[in-house]
């Protein structure tokens, strides 16, 4: 079945340093694929999406590229903040279009990413 | 600024107690998914409704979880005895169906703790 990977964290960055987290998929068909973020005692957020392969979806600085040949959507920002803190979920929904695609969601585990001063 | 509301924020009962959550979803929204957020089980899908019918439960424990969603503009989640493993944060998130992608709105939860 589906499912997404994220590499572990937590993440501990010093402000204005480079950020990657990794994010690799399972699915079949063509998923859109989502990063979320969730900010302490809050929901969850949606940051960025893209719906097919080479799309790059970007927000706040953050940027991720759909890459079906490496089934991979990673996330980065070119120099963090200490408001980014937070956890960081990926995930994938469908494989179909229309009608078909639920909307159901694949969630990775999170990644923590901590930011210091 | 539309967006998914939960009630309650909060909740602490005793075990063997009934506890009710409420969701409004975003006006306009077709989609309303439940989900559990403990820090061992990470994000759990509960059940999701589509046009107010329930489409999948199966994350749900059956005899004691129970969801609804008596009009467009709320859903509920029923549980019914209370257990202390069932202490965690439960999320509301709603969305619009039928589109080759549509991303979901997510509440702000609510904490039950279960003594």
């Known amino acids: 079945g589906n499912s997404v990977t994220q590499m572990e964290g937590p993440v501990t960055l010093s402000e204005e340093a480079f950020l990657t987290i990794n994010c690799t998929y399972t699915a079949t068909g063509y998923p859109s694929l989502f990063w979320y973020v969730q900010y302490p005692g809050e929901g969850l957020q949606l940051l960025l999406k893209a719906t097919k392969a080479d799309d790059k979806g970007s927000n706040k600085g953050f940027e991720a590229t759909y890459r079906k040949e490496t089934t991979s959507f990673h996330l980065e920002k070119g120099s963090v903040q200490v408001s980014d803190s937070a956890v960081y979920f990926c995930a994938l929904s469908g494989g179909g279009h229309g009608s078909s695609n639920t909307g159901k969601l694949i969630f990775g585990q999170g990644t923590t990413l901590q930011v210091k001063p | 600024d539309a967006r998914v509301t939960q009630t309650p924020r909060h909740k602490v009962t005793e075990m063997g107690q009934e506890v009710t959550m409420r969701c409004q979803p975003i006006?306009?929204?077709?989609?309303v998914f439940w989900y559990r957020q403990t820090m061992m089980q990470g994000l759990e899908l509960l059940a999701y409704?589509?046009?107010?019918?329930?489409?999948?439960d199966s994350g749900m424990p059956k005899d004691r979880f129970s969801a609804e969603m008596p009009d467009a503009t709320l859903a509920t989640l029923k549980i019914q005895p209370s257990e202390p493993r069932d202490s965690a944060v439960y999320f509301c998130?709603?969305?619009?169906?039928?589109?080759?992608?549509?991303?979901?709105?997510f509440g702000p939860g609510t904490r039950l703790t279960v003594t």
């Open positions: 006006l306009g929204h077709n989609t």
């Open positions: 998130a709603s969305g619009l169906a039928g589109t080759a992608s549509y991303e979901q709105y």
């Open positions: 409704f589509r046009n107010r019918a329930p489409l999948d």
